[in-house]
């Protein structure tokens, strides 16, 4: 199982990026799907995340200017990010939580990571 991230890049602030992640693989099921991004010296903290039925929960920090969403059939999740702030800059992570089809191993899985840069 595999997730690939793309999207990420130097953008100014005000301005807007789409980050987007495809699962691969062995998958029986996608429970949740979500982003999270991590600053040096920092935990990796949750950004947005959506769920199987389409509930969805945002950080305080980035409500009313990221939009996340989902496609279930070909297992993907994309993060709209609009209005960026110098503070979102991050290494931004895709997250699954998953079902394996092959072994029925039940855990998270992450991508590898990509670099958001908004300067001021």
């Known amino acids: 199982v595999q997730l690939q991230a793309s999207g990420g890049g130097l953008v100014q602030a005000g301005g807007s990026l789409r980050l987007s992640c495809a699962a691969s693989g062995s998958i029986r099921r996608i429970n949740t799907m979500g982003w999270y991004r991590q600053t040096p010296g920092r935990q990796r903290e949750l950004v947005a995340v959506v769920t199987s039925v389409g509930s969805l929960n945002y950080a305080d920090s980035v409500k009313g200017r990221f939009t996340i969403s989902r496609d279930n059939a070909k297992n993907t999740v994309d993060l709209q990010m609009s209005s960026l702030k110098p503070e979102d800059t991050a290494v931004y992570y895709c997250?699954?939580?998953?079902?394996?089809?092959?072994?029925?191993?039940?855990?998270?899985?992450w991508g590898q990571g990509t670099l958001v840069t908004v300067s001021s």
């Open positions: 997250n699954a939580n998953l079902i394996r089809l092959d072994t029925g191993y039940a855990g998270n899985y």
